[in-house]
């Protein structure tokens, strides 16, 4: 069973850049598409952005122009790009496929 970790948040100030990290185990990585997610304190979870297999990307309003999604495969990695980052973007993000269970996330918090 493929199993996604993410790693990379952390604690930055309004308008600085973060890059998160959801690494996957499994050869066969490559065939789905991944979603970024998050959750902030008391809100219900939230779509981000989805890369597909073949590299197409959609990214929700609140983050289009900021946030870019990108994979490699042959790293078994996709990567969030979070940039101009605001207060409103503090949330745990996640990292999903269709198959993998949901895992431990990695919190973002945007202060100054």
């Known amino acids: 069973q493929v199993q996604l970790v993410e790693s990379g948040g952390g604690l930055v100030q309004p308008g600085r850049s973060l890059r998160l990290s959801c690494a996957a185990s499994g050869s066969i990585f490559s065939i789905y598409p991944i979603t970024w997610y998050r959750q902030a304190p008391g809100k219900p979870r939230e779509w981000v952005a989805t890369?597909?297999?073949?590299?197409?990307?959609r990214h929700a309003d609140s983050v289009k122009g900021r946030f870019t999604i990108s994979r490699d495969n042959a790293k078994n990695t996709v990567y969030l790009q979070m940039n101009s980052l605001k207060p409103e973007d503090t949330a745990v993000y996640y990292c999903k496929n269709p198959t993998a269970p949901w895992g431990q996330g990695t919190q973002v918090t945007v202060s100054s």
């Open positions: 890369i597909t297999s073949g590299g197409n990307t």
